[in-house]
Each structure stands twice: as C-alpha cells, then as structure tokens.
C-alpha cells in the first residue's frame, strides 16, 4: 500500500507538469492544424472494459501441418538444411553472385556485400563491422580478388557464430552435467530434474518448438514432461497437449489465466516423483519492454531452478523474420533469465535470419537449434558453417 | 500488478511504451544537431543523410525504400533556397516529414460496408503475425461501430487455433463458426451462416503460410475465391526485418491486398515494416495493434505516425483530447496556481480530476518525446485506484490544510490516514511528494518549463527530464513544420498567446527560457516578460 500510494503519486507529479506541457502546445497546434481537416474519429474516449478473463493472447504460435514423417533429424540433416534453405537463397546469392563474377574489388563490389548482409537482417553495425574489417585487409593486401573476399566474409560470419558453443543439455550429455549456473551437477541420480525454459516474444513458435524438442527427446530414449506454462493465451495449452500425444510425452497444464510459476512447480514435483529425465516449460508469449511480464519470466525461472529442479537450458526462440528488434528481445531476456542459447524458427521462408549474427557477436549468445520446416524432425541442430554457406 | 490493470481508459492505443519509440530517438538525436546549425551545407546534407540512413535500416525499413526515402530528401535538400523564416534543420525537419508522411501513406483507411451484406474481411499472413487475435479484436471494432460480425475459424492447420479464436470470440462477445472439414468449406458455409444469421460483417481467419508455400498459397487463394472478401488484410508484425517487403509483396500478387494490419505495434521494434511494405506494395497500413487487450486496436493513423518518427511525440493526440475534455477554468486557475507559487492541495485536487479525465499517465507520457523510459516506466505502475487514495487522501483534509499542508503535524496525520482509509504512511508519502513537486513547480516561473522536467528528471534519480532545449525545440519545430514563424515570432510574442491560451504561461516561458529566468518566479504575474493568463 505504501508503495503504491508513493507510485501514485510519483505518477501525479509527472502528470500534472505534463497537461500543462500539453496546454503550452495546444496553442501552437491549434495554430498548425488550422485549415487542415480533422482526423476522422481518432482518439475518442472509448468505453474500454477489459475483458474478465486475464489478457487476450496477443498472437499465433507456428502452425503445424499434419503429422510429418519423422525423420532421424541428425541423418537427414546435410540434405534437409540445404535444399530448405535453398529456397530461401535466391536473393542474396544474387548480389554474391555478381560479386564473384567480377575480379576486381571495387566500390560496388562493397555496396554488394554491404547490401546482402543488410538485406539478410544483420544489420547496419554488424555490417559495418564486418565489412569495416575486410577492407582493412585488403588494403593490407592480405585479401584480393572478388572470390578471395567472399571467402573470407564466410569464414568471418562462421567464425562468429561459432565463437560460443551451441551444445544442448540433453541428458547424459556433457552439457547437462553442469547446470545454467555453471555449477557441476553432482547428482545424476534422478535426485534432480532438468528444466529447459523456453521463452520468446508472441508468435515465434515456442509452443511448436517445444513440441519438436520434445519428440526429439522421446525419440532418444529419455523421459519428458511438458510444463504448459503459457497459460494466458487461449488455447496455447491445448496446442500443447497434441503436441504431447503426438511425441508420446506427459503434460502439466494449469488453469487458464492461472499462475504458470506453480505450473512449472507442479511438473518439477510431478518430474521428480515419476522420474521424468526432463520438463520442457512453455511460456507465455510477452514482449520484452512489458516489465510486469518480464518479472513474471523471472519468477518462473526462480520456481523451476528451486531443488530438486535445475534450469539447465533457456532457449529464446526467435523467428528468423524478425529484424533488428531482435537484438533486444536477446539482451533484454538474456539480462532477465540468463538465457543459454538461441532457437532459430521459421528459416524455410525467405527470411535469412541474419539477426543472429548481431546477437552471437554483442551478446555472446549461440544458436542451437534452427527450424527449418513444419514437420517434426524439421528443427535441427545449428551449424554456423551450413547456415553461412546457405545464406550465400 | 496485471499488466492489464495499467492505463484502461480512454488511452488504449498507445499504452506503456510508445509507437516508434527508437527511431524517434534517433531521429531527435540527429536532427536536434542540425537545428543547432546556422548553415547547411551539401556535406551537411550528407552527414544527416547518412545519419537518417541508418536509422531507418536500425528501424528495419527495407533497404530499397530507404534508398529511395535518402534520395527523396537529398533531392529536395541539396541546392534548396534558404528560407528566410526557418532554419535549415527546419527546413529539412519539414522535408523529411513530408516525405515520411507521403510514404506512410496520406488518409487512414475509410471501411465502406458491402450493400449487400455480409461484408467480408479476409485475414492473411505469415504464422505468428498475430491474424487470430487481430480477427478477434477487428471483430470487435467493427462491433464498437454498430456492426454485427461473424467470426470465422479456417485456420484448421494449427492445433487448437479454431479454439483460441473461440475464446476470444467469447471474450469480445462474438460468436464464431467453423467446422472440422477444409478450410474453402469452412469459409463456404461461414459465408452462408452469415447470411442466414443477418450478420453484417464476416472476417475469416486463415492459416499462417510462408509466402513461399505454394500449395498453402494456393489454398488461401481459394478462399478469397469462394467468398470474394471485400477487404483483405495482410497481417504483419511489427518487428519484421528485411523480409517484411518480399512477404508483403507474394501475398499482394495471390490474394491484391486491400490493406496491412501492423500488430505488437506495443513492443519497442521501431516499425519499419510499416514504411516498407506501405512504400512497395502501394496499400495503406487500415489498422494497428497495440497491446493485448481487445481494444488496444484500432484504425492506423499515418501523418501521426510520421510525427512521432520525426520526434514530434504523438503530441497531437495529446493536444486534441486535452483540449476535448480539460475545463479551460480549471486549467487556468492551475496555471496561474503554478505560476504563483501557490499551488494547493485543492489545486492539486482539481488538476487529478482533469488528468482523471484526459486518461492514463503512463498513456500521456508515452505520447510526449524526451521523456526518458525511466519516468515512463515509474508511472506506468501508476492505475486509477492509485489515484483514488491520493484523491481519498486529500479529501480528508480540511480546507485549511489543503492550503497549507505545513500544517499537518502528527495528530492530523493520524486523522487524515483513518479519514482516508489510509496508512500514516502513505499520507506522510504524499506529502512529501506534494512537497517535492511544488518544488519542481517552482522551477515553472524559474527556468521555465524545461528547467522544471530537469527537476522532474532530477527528482526520480535516473534517467534525464526533457532537456530545456528539448522543449524549446519541441517549441520551435510545431511551428516550424508548419507555418512560416516560431511562436517567438508571432505578432506581439509570447504574450500575445498569454491572452488566448490558459497554457501560455508554462508554454511561453519554455520557449524563452533566458527572459523567464530573469523573472524570478514571476511571482503574482508582474516579473517583465512573465506570461501570465489574463483574468477574463
């Protein structure tokens, strides 16, 4: 109450200095927009009542086609990541295309790679950065030719994505012997249970990834339980249910617009007393400027990391359309969570997905795993060099 | 705190964070240089061209568009006959935002209805843009305008998409059809139930497709094909990248778009997408999402979206619903309060009523530029209950102490905390928040009003006020996009305006803070150059 009062008033404080700013403008305005004609209905007081029932879900997860024969993802991997990516090339090796075809470095030949990167989402500063580098060599002559330089943009782009590792806790694995915290699991006894958080903005595709993680899992032999912790958007927990009938896991679901920390609790304990190897927690979609939301994120990550649970892995999942916002939902949810790795979802559009590159080389943070179609084996491990390679 | 518990008044559309939030930095940054100049050069134009570059391709616009929105404005810029009444940075202010303006788009869509009803609303889009929620909220849009929609579920691909549009529909109070068959069938028979039903508006929810999927392409066409929308929407998030152009562009070659929905327009992605796609494929942005209420939606407004890119904070909504519902005499007798030094308890009261009516804090500083994030966020936690124990608080005290809060010692507290249904606590809060702002209030007749936001800043801790040169910024570029003259140069100056405009006197002393200063608080209305609102 305290607070809240104090809130208040803060609020106030502000306000008030602020209608009167308001007033002070008016005046101008009123100056500005005389002759012009007036908005059409804009800003009128509308009688607003929020619906009872919590928030209504902001979007759409990943559609998922029917069931897509599951392929042994590893396997058909090679194949599978460049002939999907391959649609999405045409562009880009457009612009290297003609890049190559010519010898000389010239200023176009700049404008050509500066223009691909951009156009493939990585954004001015990594570009400049990127680009800034590779003139500084060839003016030391260490670079020359057209090819040459491509080249070495490649292995550049390779060599940043590749710069933190992108394995996945799976259990048994090395990765899940030490938990988020770096601290070495002592334990593998099935005293603990592993808790992979799965967090992003509305409508990347947690929901589906979870999905796919979890039949992927199964399919390797462990235990999975699904934590339908989103439960704010409408339906999300039904979307998630199939997803648990179809990849043979279990699934805690709470009430709708109910607490998803107890949720995440619930599936620790439930884990833990039926010897789950892992809870793969789906979140609620929320944008990363929502504090309120943010803090929530925090608190389901304090619950699932209490004993006998341990977060071992948090996936921000991103989709490969978004464009330089992408930076800061990475830092804002890193900051927050302590997210360990990056999901790559819907690159088998013509989206490029470049946006990683920026976060690998600020914040330090891997792509692990990348969706490359709608089927269930379509989300494979990341490979810097096949994603670098597909992309030009 | 339910997020939803925040800003649920008249000021639905922009809640916590603004629209373009970044990009309105950025350009603030740059142009607030330029303005600072007294001449503009061609390397001038260069450097700000440059500047403007990248800030668009940091906003995600698509490079193509920036490139030709930079030759745009160099083309205008270079050689361009100095005006005599504005400053160069004026000059390219203006020409920036009209060019922005003419991407953006002129006139916000107009919905004219089928004479035969029902009239139909495709949806499209890639997956995750948001189109079930967006079907949702233009339900109920099109119900807050007389209408009497029918929603319709083809997304039969995403498990449990139809039932999320149920909830949804449930909530805005909108009945919703499909069926478990194929999605032209469900379509079919959505047109034909609306006909039988008399629904008026139909709006059909479509699977999320990559552009690139031709059978899912196909499919959508097929729809459009079986119920001949008259309006159909490509949905599209706001924080798309480069991608935004080539995915705005396949489905306007499938379905001839009528119009873009731009949704989760309430994150901090700076919305380039909306230039882009506007720029290539020739359509108006109809309608923006922001937030996620189903009312946090409504008809998409370019030339303000265009002001606030330029910085201009969405000034204008502001200025427009403060002058529908702020009473002229309240406001006046506050100004004058303030500018006296005296500003009461009871002033303070009257001022909550009319803020009360003009809506959210957190809505109305979201909609002024150069107000840090900080002080956004603080009083984003601020919701009208809160108000009401200020309100409550204040009440009961007697007029005296209203006065003079100085007054109040311990046995009063006590009083007013139990008279209030408060705690002594939150009353000895309150005053000293009274105290700090009346502080504040004093830096009005001081430094003017700018001095007073960098109190305002100073008095959270973090982050920084408007900067006084922002504000007589903010002060010259209303004019200066517009009309021939700064405020300062109008006929007979700033007090000119004190006579018309009950503001004038917080709004005058901004824009020449080096007089008001000289006035030292311009006690009772008589220090030389003070603007004071004349009795009427």
Known sequence: MITAASDAVIGLAVAVPVVVVAGGVTWGVRLRRRGRHPEPGTGAPEETKAPPVARPAPTAEVAEVAEAPVEVAEAAEPATYRSRMGKARGLLSGYLGSVRSRTKIDASTWDDLEEALIRADVGVRATDALVDDLRTRVKAGEISGADALIDALKADLVTTLSATSGGLAVPGSDAASSGSDGSVNDADDGSTVDVWLFVGVNGVGKTTTVGKVASRLAAGGNRVLLAAADTFRAAAAEQLETWATRSDADIVRGSEGGDPSAVVFDAVQRAASKGHAVVLADTAGRLHNKVNLVEELKKIRRVADRPPGRVVEVLLVLDATTGQNGLAQAKVFTEAVDVTGVVLTKLDGTAKGGIVVAIQRELGLPVKLVGLGEGVGDLVDFDASAFVDALF | ?536
């Not at chain 2, 949806?123 to 189109?131: D, E, M």
């Not at chain 2, 499919?219 to 995915?247: C, K, N």
């Not at chain 2, 009440?395 to 249904?421: C, K, L, Q, W, Y």
């Not at chain 2, 209303?478 to 109008?490: K, R, V």
């Open chain 2, 1 to 536: 705190m339910q997020p939803g518990a925040v800003g649920n008044s008249w000021f639905v559309r922009y809640p916590e964070e603004p629209m373009f939030d970044s990009l309105t930095d950025r350009f603030e940054g740059i142009l607030s240089r330029l303005r600072s100049r007294g001449r503009l050069s061609p390397d001038d134009v260069d450097e700000v061209l440059r500047e403007i570059r990248t800030a668009l391709l940091e906003a995600d616009v698509e490079l193509g568009v920036v490139r030709g929105f930079t030759e745009a404005v160099r083309a205008r810029t270079v050689g361009l006959e100095l005006s005599q009444s504005l400053s160069p940075g004026q000059q390219v202010i203006k020409i920036v935002n009209e060019e922005l303006t003419a991407i953006l788009g002129g006139e916000a869509l107009k919905i004219s209805y089928a004479s035969k009803p029902p009239t139909v609303v495709l949806l499209a889009g890639l997956q995750g843009s948001g189109k079930t929620t967006t079907a949702a909220k233009l339900a109920r849009w099109f119900k807050q305008q007389g209408r009497n929609p029918l929603l319709v579920g083809a997304d039969l691909q995403r498990p449990a998409a139809v039932e999320q549009l149920r909830v949804l529909g449930g909530q805005a109070g909108i009945s919703v059809f499909s069926q478990p068959t194929d999605p032209v069938a469900v379509a079919t028979a959505g047109l034909e139930e609306a006909r039988r039903l008399g629904r008026d508006v139909l709006i059909v929810d479509t699977a999320g497709r990559l552009s690139i999927d031709e059978e899912l392409m196909v499919e959508v066409r097929d729809i459009a094909g079986a119920v001949s929308p008259d309006y159909t929407f490509l949905v599209i998030d706001a924080m798309t990248g480069q991608d935004a152009v080539a995915t705005a562009v396949a489905f306007h070659q499938t379905l001839d778009l009528d119009g873009v929905i731009l949704t989760k327009l309430d994150g901090d992605a700076r919305g380039g997408a909306a230039l882009s796609v506007k720029e290539v494929v020739g359509r108006p942005i109809a309608f923006a999402s922001t937030g996620e209420k189903l009312d946090d939606f409504d008809l998409f407004h370019p030339d303000r979206m265009s002001d606030r890119i330029l910085g201009m904070g969405d000034v204008l909504s502001l200025i427009e619903q403060a002058e529908r519902t702020f009473d002229d005499g309240v406001a006046t007798k506050g100004a004058a309060a303030i500018m006296a030094g005296r500003f009461s308890l009871e002033d303070f009261l009257e001022q909550l009523q009319q803020v009360k009516k003009m809506g959210s804090v957190s809505g109305m500083l979201s909609m002024l530029p150069g107000v840090s994030k900080d002080l956004k966020q603080a009083s984003s936690m601020v919701d009208d209950r809160q108000i009401g124990q200020v309100e409550a608080i204040i009440r009961s005290m007697t007029p005296a102490e209203r006065n003079d809060p100085s007054v109040i010692d311990g046995s009063r507290r006590v009083r007013i905390a139990n008279g209030s249904g408060t705690a002594t606590s939150d009353v000895n809060a309150l005053l000293k928040q009274f105290k700090e702002m009346r502080k504040m209030m004093k830096g009005f007749g001081k430094g003017g009003m700018g001095g007073a936001m960098g109190g305002l800043g100073g008095l959270f801790g973090r982050g920084q006020g408007m900067s006084p040169k922002a504000m007589a910024d903010l002060a010259s570029m209303g004019a200066g996009a517009d009309g021939p003259a700064g405020f300062g140069e109008l006929p007979g100056g700033p007090d000119a305006l004190g006579a018309g405009n009950p503001f004038a006197g917080a709004g005058g002393s901004a824009r020449r803070p080096a007089k008001s200063k000289g006035s030292k608080g311009g006690k009772k209305g008589k220090g030389g150059g003070r603007v004071t609102p004349k009795a009427r």
